[in-house]
């Protein structure tokens, strides 16, 4: 009898504290209306004590049978059902409304409970008590990858919207992802047991990213944590530190091999050398040594064949640099220092919601280091901000040259139907699209575009990146990631050409005729667009606007021309049109 009372006890609790807005919440509208009208229809529901679960056992009019208790997820219903059913929230509905009947056994504290909940006004469970999780907890609990992230997605800015009632609903906007948190008035609970208790429209019955994130939203919500806690940890284990020290050691000796012998003196396998040292760090987890050794190997196979572009100077500064990398990772004790040190094979990807990007150019490019390609620019406006997509080969194993042409042809992996040309000039709707930390796009086979109407720069708000003034250019150079702007000039002046450095200037000014330089060093690549500016010269038609590459040379701001704008809404990709 003692178990029958405190079954029912905890289950008239439960049932005490729950009105129709939280049966919705756990399952959806649909399912509650079908439930509430089938109840209507049907005739009585039999209950009986199930003791040996603790639980109510139901048999509905059908035959179906349902075993419900104060845990709602935990039921159990005859029916093929995957998710709550309309079989379980009839079984709730009616044990809720048949409480007198029902609940016959003389229950002292259940008729206190029911009578202190019928005299006093309604009160939403106190969340921020409950949910008041330790973050270190929950990234342990998700892993440190996945919660990495959650951080990115936060700090990108995905919006959710939160609802505190009889359940709480956090909702992530534009994303199919909504996620209910269900109170509990257990006094100790661990941050794994509320989670568990968590639904997620994902269906995941593991611990998901949705999950973990929304707390976090949460919280952030109530004040109990800042973006700014959310600092990503990337650990390097003590057995990786012991491999990191191996391949900076063998980087340091090649380093201290090429400054001692001269480049005059090298041996004739030292590309070779370099080459395989650079494998050897892709194998230690060093890959911001692998690209600069590669770089390095370019550098001298340029002085081997004579190349007018070898500048000494240069070798010298980047042998420094990577042996100073080396150095430093070598002695770090900071395991976020040491992290981006030694940097990433590949950038890590996360997803965001759907966004709108506006094409705005596209630039071909080879490097030094053994990569070619073309990188196409994004324009996002209610943030102001740029993302690109590159598509890319290497060729550090082959001397075959790519035809951009035919690259600049091909089918995007978006799923949209048109070239790379057009969604470079194009605006795009991206769905489950994702990127990384400097906004780069990923060539995710899940991601999927709409190409929509080509895109107006002149009727776009391009923030800090439209630039009509040359003084706010330098001012705004040494800031982070801005070597990248629009800009528009009032005049150009006569071009010219250095014949003894080979290379293309054409002077232009702003309204208040400051003066800067666009500056292209000749090559069979560039050839093509220093044509494209003399013509521009000759028939007077210059772009209205430009995106441009900014650098200092000399003291002196110069711009490299990547796209031209003109005001009939032609875009002219300047490396490939």
Request: with cysteine; proline share 2%; net charge neutral.
């Given at each position: 009898?003692?178990?029958?009372?405190?079954?029912?006890?905890?289950?008239?609790?439960?049932?005490?504290?729950?009105?129709?807005?939280?049966?919705?919440?756990?399952?959806?509208?649909?399912?509650?209306?079908?439930?509430?009208?089938?109840?209507?229809?049907?005739?009585?529901?039999?209950?009986?004590?199930?003791?040996?679960?603790?639980?109510?056992?139901?048999?509905?009019?059908?035959?179906?049978?349902?075993v419900i208790n104060e845990d709602i997820k935990a039921y159990k219903c005859s029916c093929p059902s995957r998710s709550i059913c309309k079989h379980v929230l009839m079984?709730?509905?009616?044990?809720?409304?048949?409480?007198?009947?029902?609940?016959?056994?003389?229950?002292?504290?259940?008729?206190?409970?029911?009578?202190?909940?019928?005299?006093?006004?309604s009160e939403k469970f106190d969340f921020s008590e409950f949910l008041n999780i330790d973050i270190e907890s929950l990234s342990k609990l998700l892993g440190e990858k996945?919660?990495?992230?959650?951080?990115?997605?936060?700090?990108?800015?995905?919006?959710?919207?939160?609802?505190?009632?009889?359940?709480?609903?956090?909702?992530?906007?534009?994303?199919?992802?909504?996620?209910?948190?269900?109170?509990?008035?257990?006094?100790?609970?661990?941050?794994?047991?509320?989670?568990?208790?968590?639904?997620?429209?994902?269906?995941?019955?593991?611990?998901?990213?949705?999950?973990?994130?929304?707390?976090?939203?949460?919280?952030?919500?109530?004040?109990?944590?800042?973006?700014?806690?959310?600092?990503?940890?990337?650990?390097?284990?003590?057995?990786?530190?012991?491999?990191?020290?191996?391949?900076?050691?063998?980087?340091?000796?090649?380093?201290?091999?090429?400054?001692?012998?001269?480049?005059?003196?090298?041996?004739?396998?030292?590309?070779?050398?370099?080459?395989?040292?650079?494998?050897?760090?892709?194998?230690?987890?060093?890959?911001?040594?692998?690209?600069?050794?590669?770089?390095?190997?370019?550098?001298?196979?340029?002085?081997?064949?004579?190349?007018?572009?070898?500048?000494?100077?240069?070798?010298?500064?980047?042998?420094?640099?990577?042996?100073?990398?080396?150095?430093?990772?070598?002695?770090?004790?900071?395991?976020?220092?040491?992290?981006?040190?030694?940097?990433?094979?590949?950038?890590?990807?996360?997803?965001?919601?759907?966004?709108?990007?506006?094409?705005?150019?596209?630039?071909?490019?080879?490097?030094?280091?053994?990569?070619?390609?073309?990188?196409?620019?994004?324009?996002?406006?209610?943030?102001?901000?740029?993302?690109?997509?590159?598509?890319?080969?290497?060729?550090?194993?082959?001397?075959?040259?790519?035809?951009?042409?035919?690259?600049?042809?091909?089918?995007?992996?978006?799923?949209?139907?048109?070239?790379?040309?057009?969604?470079?000039?194009?605006?795009?709707?991206?769905?489950?699209?994702?990127?990384?930390?400097?906004?780069?796009?990923?060539?995710?086979?899940?991601?999927?575009?709409?190409?929509?109407?080509?895109?107006?720069?002149?009727?776009?708000?391009?923030?800090?990146?439209?630039?009509?003034?040359?003084?706010?250019?330098?001012?705004?150079?040494?800031?982070?990631?801005?070597?990248?702007?629009?800009?528009?000039?009032?005049?150009?002046?006569?071009?010219?050409?250095?014949?003894?450095?080979?290379?293309?200037?054409?002077?232009?000014?702003?309204?208040?005729?400051?003066?800067?330089?666009?500056?292209?060093?000749?090559?069979?690549?560039?050839?093509?667009?220093?044509?494209?500016?003399?013509?521009?010269?000759?028939?007077?038609?210059?772009?209205?606007?430009?995106?441009?590459?900014?650098?200092?040379?000399?003291?002196?701001?110069?711009?490299?021309?990547?796209?031209?704008?003109?005001?009939?809404?032609?875009?002219?990709?300047?490396?490939?049109?």
């Amino acid at each position: 009898m003692d178990s029958t009372d405190n079954c029912l006890k905890k289950i008239g609790t439960f049932l005490l504290n729950i009105d129709d807005e939280f049966l919705i919440g756990v399952s959806n509208k649909g399912i509650f209306n079908r439930a509430k009208k089938d109840l209507e229809k049907s005739e009585a529901i039999k209950v009986e004590v199930a003791e040996e679960d603790s639980a109510l056992k139901c048999i509905l009019e059908d035959g179906t049978e349902c075993v419900i208790n104060e845990d709602i997820k935990a039921y159990k219903c005859s029916c093929p059902s995957r998710s709550i059913c309309k079989h379980v929230l009839m079984c709730y509905l009616y044990v809720k409304s048949n409480l007198n009947s029902l609940f016959s056994v003389e229950n002292k504290s259940l008729n206190e409970n029911k009578s202190l909940n019928e005299n006093k006004e309604s009160e939403k469970f106190d969340f921020s008590e409950f949910l008041n999780i330790d973050i270190e907890s929950l990234s342990k609990l998700l892993g440190e990858k996945a919660f990495n992230e959650i951080v990115k997605r936060i700090n990108f800015g995905v919006e959710i919207e939160i609802e505190e009632a009889s359940l709480l609903t956090i909702k992530f906007k534009e994303e199919d992802h909504v996620v209910k948190v269900i109170p509990n008035i257990k006094e100790e609970i661990s941050p794994k047991e509320i989670l568990d208790e968590v639904i997620c429209s994902c269906k995941s019955k593991e611990i998901c990213r949705h999950k973990v994130e929304a707390l976090i939203h949460y919280e952030i919500f109530k004040g109990f944590i800042k973006k700014e806690d959310l600092v990503i940890l990337n650990k390097k284990s003590k057995a990786e530190k012991t491999l990191l020290i191996e391949g900076v050691s063998l980087v340091k000796k090649l380093m201290e091999d090429i400054l001692f012998v001269g480049i005059s003196r090298l041996p004739e396998n030292i590309t070779d050398k370099v080459e395989s040292t650079a494998l050897l760090c892709h194998s230690y987890n060093l890959p911001n040594l692998e690209k600069m050794l590669r770089s390095v190997k370019s550098e001298i196979e340029l002085y081997i064949n004579k190349n007018a572009s070898f500048s000494i100077a240069s070798f010298r500064k980047k042998i420094s640099y990577i042996y100073t990398t080396a150095l430093a990772i070598e002695n770090c004790k900071d395991e976020n220092k040491l992290y981006k040190l030694c940097g990433e094979h590949k950038s890590a990807y996360y997803d965001i919601p759907p966004i709108i990007l506006y094409g705005i150019g596209a630039e071909s490019w080879s490097s030094k280091s053994g990569y070619e390609g073309i990188t196409y620019y994004y324009f996002e406006e209610n943030k102001g901000n740029l993302f690109t997509y590159t598509s890319s080969r290497p060729t550090y194993y082959d001397n075959k040259k790519r035809n951009y042409g035919l690259a600049y042809s091909e089918v995007p992996s978006f799923g949209i139907q048109g070239s790379l040309e057009e969604i470079s000039q194009h605006s795009i709707r991206l769905v489950n699209g994702k990127i990384n930390d400097e906004r780069r796009i990923s060539a995710s086979g899940q991601s999927k575009g709409q190409l929509l109407e080509k895109t107006d720069i002149y009727k776009l708000d391009f923030k800090e990146l439209f630039i009509d003034n040359w003084q706010k250019l330098l001012q705004g150079y040494s800031k982070k990631n801005t070597n990248l702007y629009i800009i528009k000039a009032e005049s150009y002046e006569k071009s010219s050409f250095d014949k003894i450095n080979q290379r293309f200037i054409l002077p232009i000014y702003d309204a208040e005729k400051n003066m800067i330089c666009i500056e292209i060093d000749y090559s069979k690549e560039k050839k093509r667009m220093i044509q494209k500016f003399e013509r521009m010269e000759r028939l007077k038609k210059y772009p209205g606007r430009m995106l441009v590459h900014t650098y200092l040379k000399e003291g002196q701001l110069r711009v490299i021309p990547i796209v031209a704008y003109y005001e009939n809404g032609d875009i002219v990709n300047l490396t490939l049109n």
